[in-house]
């Protein structure tokens, strides 16, 4: 299977073994596009983005692959508590993937995690749906 799939696949593992404050049942796709009437819970999607190897010696390489985590929930966009709540979450998440190896995948280092966009107005304002992205960074040599 690919590194990327792997990734993904060992991401989804780690997440839905996790405890958080706003429960969620992390699920791996190829688009974080949900429907509205799905968004009444906490949607996790994780998502294959990019794949760069690297020379590291002569016989073998560093393959860093990027993963992205999609956090989206309907939320009515004036209650505060309930959006702070969605950013905690998604800070949550971020502690918990830089700080834990990957199940299956003990030689693959976390790189480095990016909020970004911290939340996506356009989806807040057009759709009522607050949207996270982490793009995380797991670098494995072989």
């Not at 560093?62 to 989206?72: P, R, S, T």
């Amino acid at each position: 299977m690919s590194v990327l799939v792997d990734l993904a696949n060992a991401m989804v593992t780690s997440l839905n073994g996790g405890t958080f404050s706003v429960p969620f049942q992390a699920v791996r796709g190829y688009r974080p596009a949900v429907e509205l009437k799905d968004l009444e819970a906490v949607q996790v999607t994780v998502v294959p983005k990019a794949l760069t190897i690297i020379a590291a010696t002569r016989s073998s390489s560093y393959f860093d692959g990027v993963i992205d985590v999609a956090v989206q929930q309907k939320v009515d966009a004036d209650k505060l508590a309930d959006l702070d709540a969605l950013m905690g979450l998604v800070q949550e998440i971020a502690d918990h993937l830089r700080n834990r190896r990957l199940e299956g995948l003990s030689a693959v280092v976390c790189t480095t995690v990016e909020n970004d966009p911290v939340f996506a107005p356009e989806h807040l304002e057009q759709h009522r749906v607050f949207t996270s992205l982490l793009t995380v960074t797991y670098r494995l040599q072989r």
